[in-house]
């Protein structure tokens, strides 16, 4: 398979990144919140002393506890993906102060 003709090119606004690691931010503390507040609440009381009451409650609190074990995954994936961010953030300001120095550097030895 032969590569197409055309380079292609990927731009990255780094004020993007900045925006979208801000919003993923946000949506873990919304879910962050959410687990914290309400997980003991999902514990089912059976409504009966019967056998299938009994059962029918331990089997709606092992789905609630698997419910909130992959909330919490999501949640180590979204600060992965955060730190991901992070560490763009920080290179494209590398980046930036680098080029800056380099501009600086050149203008002084203008006119010499």
Known sequence: MSMPQGGATMRVDPAEVVRLKTRLEAVRATVSDFVLANSHALAVVPFAEDDVSQDAAKD???????????????????????????GAVDTYQLADDTHAMAMKNLGTGIGR
Do not use: H, P, W
């Not at 609190?61 to 991901?84: C, S, Y």
């Open 60 to 86: 709606f609190t092992a789905n609630a506890d698997q419910a909130i074990d992959v909330t919490r995954q999501f949640i180590d994936q979204l600060n992965l993906t955060i730190e991901g961010l992070q």
